[in-house]
């Protein structure tokens, strides 16, 4: 069993910063792929980045050059760097791992464990 805390989410303006980590408990494995995903009101979810077990790292063009997803092995935490942030990427963000790809992240793939969420909230 795997428990993930998301935290980090805040407030901001148009153009700030955030970054957002996930801390994982439990025996976590080698092989996962591990993402972000977030949903606004009344918008289906969106998944905006993952990372493999081989650290290659996948972004949602609405986010690519902004976002930089990252982990952190040896404290089981997962981030999201998160900068010039628009008012559309208001939203619960939620991280979340799968363990039914072989350390991989495939287009589609589901995921196994989700945290609770953080929200982000930017202003125009």
């Known amino acids: 069993q795997v428990q993930l805390v998301e935290s980090g989410g805040g407030s901001v303006q148009a153009g700030g910063s955030l970054r957002l980590s996930c801390a994982a408990y439990g025996y976590m494995g080698s092989s996962y792929c591990m993402g972000w995903f977030r949903q606004a009101p009344g918008k289906e979810r969106e998944g905006v980045a993952a990372?493999?077990?081989?650290?290659?790292?996948m972004y949602a063009d609405s986010v690519k050059g902004r976002f930089t997803i990252s982990q952190d092995n040896a404290k089981n935490t997962l981030y999201l760097q998160m900068n010039s942030l628009k008012p559309e990427d208001t939203a619960m963000y939620y991280c979340a791992v799968s363990y039914l790809s072989g350390g991989y992240c495939p287009v589609g793939v589901e995921y196994n464990y989700w945290g609770q969420g953080t929200q982000v909230t930017v202003s125009s």
């Open positions: 990372i493999d077990s081989d650290t290659y790292t």
